[in-house]
């Protein structure tokens, strides 16, 4: 398992935007799958966005499809979640998440096997 680290998570009104970036330990495989997962209070951990090492794959929720881009620089070893057009059903814990063969669509039924730490997002209506 590789070591994750979240950071961005915060407070914001809903409409406005939010990035999460996820730093994976220096030694990293480049060909790492990484993405994000999220969990609402009382609710089970659900699928969000995940990224192909190269980044030519990419696959979102469709709750989110649209208004949050994921993107990574694989020379800092970092995948980023852009949030835009927030609402409070977003309201969640987010957490980075990898693994070294599954493919993003696959993710939301297959978890992967690496899981950061979370950070909290929480959109005020």
């Known amino acids: 398992q590789v070591q994750l680290v979240e950071s961005g998570g915060g407070l914001v009104q809903a409409g406005g935007s939010l990035r999460l970036s996820c730093a994976a330990s220096r030694d990293t495989p480049i060909t790492l799958v990484m993405g994000w997962f999220r969990q609402a209070a009382g609710k089970e951990r659900e699928f969000v966005a995940a990224i192909s090492w190269n980044g030519i794959g990419s696959h979102y929720a469709d709750s989110v499809q649209g208004r949050f881009t994921i993107s990574r620089d694989n020379g800092q070893n970092t995948v980023y979640l852009q949030m835009n057009n927030l609402k409070p059903e977003d309201t969640a814990v987010y957490y980075c998440?990898?693994?070294?063969?599954?493919?993003?669509?696959?993710?939301?039924?297959?978890?992967?096997?690496?899981w950061g730490q979370g950070t909290q997002v929480t959109v005020s209506s």
């Open positions: 998440a990898g693994d070294a063969s599954k493919w993003p669509s696959t993710w939301a039924t297959d978890k992967p096997d690496s």
